[in-house]
């Protein structure tokens, strides 16, 4: 053996030696990198391993963001301040590089390496994917990097390579299933929160849970209730603010209700650009504005102030708040109906009573007449309304028919009527002139009522015994006489409605009645009524109603006439 292979054997044993001992490295290295899923313990580690071995002063791991573009993920012996950078890279290296040889594409991050003392940078790569750079800096020594060096590097880094996609994967993995734990307690609260709102038909306990509930999910400082009532949006409820913001005028303002009623999804106040109306809400430190919307209308709005962790709101939450603030609207819609029918039921209940009441005005029964047979009906259209008829008897020869119409419909009409038939009991007797009963009726009527009310009137007194009757037609419709040899005519001798003005002087027809003759009065009801196609029934038909039951007793007559209309 030549002196020569004496030298080289100790050389090819120390090779050897040191790549024993860097495999024995890299094997530890790889099970304390598999030891974990946490990508900051990989990266530090990752970092300290080389630092430590080479003694090198300073270093980082740029983990890729997106395409192209790295993040700053972990330093040594560089300033923290450097978390979170990113570096943009037009070509990813693929094989180790000294920074000072990086090509002109590369100019802007090779500054940014040169700047902070990076000397050489090692490819981070998994499955023929980049995933991040290992930048190092110069070694304490001042020395360069060998190339067996570079060769244990680019190894160190091909094993960290696998371990940070893993690591990567299991953050988007937890993300998701943060998202999804925050999914499912939101539903959760909106399930508990739902049920709370279906408990309960009062609208203040509807507001009440809604207001605590928003004020402790994102724990809120300040809260605004905004519902409609009649044309518009009103300020309903508030939490946080003093009492006397009820009153703050630019929340009132037109312009600002028809802003808020133009919202169609929650807008921030301090990244979305406002309304002109709605920039009051900057002035109140205000966040969020949340329509509360129903079938494509905004029947309230929600607006919230900052939370107490001064954290923005997420569009998540932004998601939340919109569905709960519509589910708790659907509750407050349900409350106002409830309400509404409430009262319904209340207003139907009491014109019930009123019904039975003014039917209790009306006659329950006719005089029985020894050579004259008098009837009427009265079937109102509503529950009450202003249609009067009445029969009184005088004394035993003499009886008084009254037929009236009050203008308008319902209630109204119905009280006045009651005034009517009131007065017209008190002024009425046997001695009266039934001009003079008229005109007081009259003076009565205008001295209780306004311009836009009045009362058309027909009153007769009827001698039994004479066969005649005196009548006075105030306005109404006039009534028909059929008489026995088959003439007709109407009866329209009188004077003005009732009620159009005071002092009104009335005339008066007297009218002697044969045996047959039939008088027939009636309301705008018969005349006026409409079938199917909105055709009227009119006076001709009635007329053709009774040529054909002129020789009909009262009943009859009334039946066909009710089968007709």
């Known amino acids: 053996m030549s002196g020569h292979q004496a030298a080289q054997e100790p050389d090819v044993a120390r090779q050897i030696d040191q790549r024993l001992v860097e495999l024995q490295s890299l094997f530890e290295m790889g099970k304390v990198l598999n030891s974990t899923l946490n990508l900051r313990t990989i990266l530090n580690n990752l970092l300290l391993t080389p630092m430590g071995r080479m003694m090198i002063t300073r270093g980082l791991v740029l983990v890729v963001d997106s395409e192209n573009k790295f993040s700053v993920e972990a330093v040594k012996g560089i300033s923290r301040e450097m978390l979170g ?6 070509d990813c290296i693929d094989m180790p590089i000294h920074v000072d040889e990086l090509g002109d594409n590369h100019q802007q991050c090779r500054q940014t390496f040169t700047d902070i003392g990076i000397k050489l940078l090692l490819p981070l790569t998994s499955t023929q994917r980049t995933v991040g750079v290992l930048g190092l800096g110069p070694k304490l020594d001042k020395g360069i990097f060998a190339d067996a060096e570079i060769e244990y590097l680019s190894s160190l880094a091909n094993l960290a390579a696998a371990s940070i996609e893993n690591a990567l994967m299991y953050q988007k993995l937890e993300a998701v299933n943060r998202m999804l734990d925050k999914k499912i307690q939101e539903l959760n609260t909106l399930f508990d929160i739902g049920k709370e709102l279906n408990s309960t038909l009062d609208k203040e306990k509807i507001v009440n849970l809604l207001m605590f509930a928003l004020m402790g999910e994102m724990l809120i400082n300040k809260c605004f209730l905004f519902l409609k009532d009649g044309n518009g949006l009103e300020l309903a409820a508030t939490r946080g603010v003093p009492d006397d913001i009820m009153d703050y005028e630019p929340l009132k303002t037109q312009e600002f209700i028809d802003g808020l009623a133009k919202l169609t999804a929650p807008v921030l106040v301090e990244e979305d650009e406002l309304p002109q109306g709605l920039l009051p809400l900057e002035q109140l430190d205000l966040k969020v504005i949340v329509p509360m919307r129903m079938q494509d209308q905004v029947k309230g709005v929600i607006i919230l102030g900052e939370k107490i962790t001064n954290r923005s709101f997420s569009h998540d939450e932004l998601e939340f708040l919109s569905t709960l603030c519509n589910r708790a609207m659907i509750s407050l819609e349900n409350a106002r109906l409830f309400q509404e029918a409430l009262e319904m039921e209340r207003i139907e209940e009491e014109l019930n009573i009123a019904r039975d009441i003014q039917q209790r005005l009306l006659p329950g029964s006719f005089p029985q007449l020894e050579n004259m047979e008098v009837l009427g009906i009265n079937i109102p259209s509503r529950q009450v309304g202003g249609d009067f008829f009445d029969c009184i008897r005088l004394d035993e020869s003499h009886i008084a028919l009254t037929i009236a119409d009050v203008s308008g419909k319902g ?5 006045l009527m009651s005034n009517l038939q009131a007065g017209l009991h008190s002024l009425i007797d046997t001695d009266a002139d039934i001009a003079t009963v ?3 009726l009259n003076n009565l009527i205008h001295a209780h009522t306004n311009y836009d009310k009045f009362i058309t009137l027909f009153h007769a007194e009827v001698d039994v015994r004479n066969k005649r009757f005196t009548y006075v037609n105030a306005g ?9 040899d088959g003439s007709r005519r109407t009866l329209t ?4 409605l009732l009620g159009m003005m005071p002092n009104v002087v009335y005339q008066t027809e007297t009218v002697d009645l044969e045996c047959g003759d039939i008088l027939l009065a009636y309301t705008d009801g018969v005349s006026e009524a409409k079938n199917d196609n909105d055709e009227e029934f009119e006076e001709w038909r009635v007329e053709k109603v009774m040529e054909n039951n002129l020789k009909s007793d009262a009943g ?3 039946r066909n006439l009710i089968e007709e209309i």
Do not use: C, D
Not at 493 to 496: A, D, K, S, V
């Open 411 to 415: 209630v109204p009409a119905a009280l």
């Open 438 to 440: 008229v005109a007081k």
């Open 556 to 558: 009859t007559i009334i």
């Open 85 to 90: 950078n990113k570096v943009y890279m037009e």
């Open 476 to 484: 109404h419709n006039p009534p028909f006489l059929f008489k026995s």
């Open 493 to 496: 001798t009188g004077g003005l």
